[in-house]
């Protein structure tokens, strides 16, 4: 396919699933309700009550409210919300470090929530690796020691467990410093060194709490763009706790907002910024650039023309001048898009005396495509240096459709046109 670019996929589908295949995490109407007796709390003459009239009339503090998600394989969830909705509470009880007080967690089809204490531990070491916003480094030890510490918890014998966690140091680019002390690093490279530790155990799940919310804005963008290769490599499922729109926006495949301890929408960063379900979301995403998260797919249209590679220049001709176009895209008799032809050129040609049966691949130039999950940003340039509409194709190049600059103009301009109060 000719210059196609292609971005994330919005689905977070990155691998090839069966799709009878379970989602990793199952959450279902869980609460978590801290304090004296909670679970009155679930009563029903309390249960629909706010989080502050709760509070007023017990004592207890809503940490979750109902919460209910699913996690796929491989995908890369965000949870997003204000402080004190619940995100941390979310996480922690998806490791049990915190029990819930009533509804079930279900990873890879066991459900956490019944588990004993010691098949819990682990479970835990098995399936989960986890960076905090604190780094959480032992400062005693070298960064090879850090970076192994699980491996020992574990009780893997030196050399395997040194072994391996070179391997994560290198993989998070932290080669040469093995043996430094946490102290005498960056803060960014700090966190390395946290991420090196979860990933040392090879875990499914990785939980992020703020992982990025201590460093300076450049270091954080670095270390995002890190974390999206990495992942591109890794697949794991990751789990990552965000106050930032934009860290969001560019990590995740999904995204949910919590409120008071509820989720109070999901989705794709798509969907989030384009139509959030209430004040407070649309809050948050005030600042988002529709042009990050909208895609060709989502505001692509069909052609007024679409020539076919076998029609005679003729018609073609015909065609163009009957919908008052300059120019037009052509497709093979298998939809594939073949390029771009113009009225002009097709009329010199017809001055010829001999004319040729079909578009002569001469006059079909070849353009520039975009897939249906590229964002909008990603098209500015291309539509910079293109006169026509930009052809969407499929990843075996046939053609579904076009995206023209003002379409691309006129779904970015509303949403910004809301910035203001
Ligand atoms: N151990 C606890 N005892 C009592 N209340 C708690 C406890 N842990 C959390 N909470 C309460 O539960 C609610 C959710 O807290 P949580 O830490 O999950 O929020 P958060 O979304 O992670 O916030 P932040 O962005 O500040 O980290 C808050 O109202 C908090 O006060
Ligand atoms: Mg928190």
């Not at 995490?25 to 003459?45: A, Q």
């Not at 796929?72 to 509470?89: A, D, N, P, R, V």
């Not at 990590?251 to 989705?267: F, K, P, S, T, Y």
Request: proline fraction near 5%.
């Amino acid at each position: 396919m000719p210059d196609s670019i292609n971005s994330k996929d919005p689905s977070g589908d990155l691998s090839a699933k069966d799709p009878a295949e379970k989602p990793q995490v199952i959450i279902k109407d869980l609460w978590k309700i801290f304090g004296r007796d909670p679970k009155r709390v679930l009563k029903k003459e309390l249960r629909n009550l706010s989080k502050e009239e709760v509070q007023k009339k017990t004592g207890c503090i809503i940490g979750m409210r109902n919460v209910n998600l699913t996690i796929e394989k491989g995908q890369f969830y965000i949870l997003m919300g204000l402080s004190g909705s619940g995100k941390s509470t979310l996480i922690r009880n998806i490791i049990r470090l915190v029990n819930p007080t009533s509804g079930s967690i279900e990873i890879n089809g066991q459900n956490v929530t019944k588990m004993s204490q010691e098949n819990l531990l682990q479970f835990r070491r098995k399936t989960f690796g986890m960076v905090f916003q604190h780094y959480g480094l032992l400062p005693h030890l070298t960064v090879l020691d850090n970076a192994a510490y699980g491996l020992k918890v574990k009780g893997l014998p030196k050399g395997e467990r040194y072994a391996k966690a070179m391997q994560t140091l290198e993989t998070v680019g932290l080669k040469g410093w093995e043996d430094y002390y946490p102290g005498s690093l960056s803060g960014g490279m700090q966190q390395r060194v946290g991420l090196a530790r979860a990933l040392a155990n090879d875990p499914e799940i990785l939980l992020m709490d703020e992982p990025f919310s201590g460093l300076d804005p450049l270091i954080r963008r670095q270390m995002q763009d890190e974390l999206v290769e990495l992942q591109e490599k890794l697949k794991k499922t990751i789990i990552f706790v965000t106050h930032d729109l934009h860290e969001a926006l560019k990590l995740g495949d999904r995204i949910a907002i919590m409120r008071n301890g509820e989720v109070v929408q999901e989705g794709t960063p798509e969907e989030i910024v384009t139509q959030p379900a209430d004040d407070y979301v649309q809050e948050f995403v005030r600042d988002a650039s529709p042009a990050k998260v909208l895609t060709a797919g989502s505001i692509m249209e069909a052609p007024k023309v679409l020539l076919y590679a076998w029609e005679g220049p003729k018609t073609a001709l015909t065609l163009l001048r009957s919908e008052k176009r300059n120019a037009a895209f052509v497709v093979d008799k298998s939809h594939k898009l073949l390029g771009v032809t113009r009225a002009d050129r097709l009329e010199k040609l017809l001055e010829k005396e001999e004319r040729p049966k079909n578009i002569p691949s001469e006059l079909i130039k070849q353009v520039s495509t975009v897939t249906e999950e590229t964002i909008l940003e990603d098209m500015f340039a291309i539509i910079s240096e293109n006169p026509y509409p930009v052809p969407v194709t499929d990843e075996k190049g046939k053609f579904k459709g076009i995206v023209t600059t003002d379409q691309i103009f006129e779904s970015i301009a509303p949403l910004e046109g809301e910035n203001h109060d």
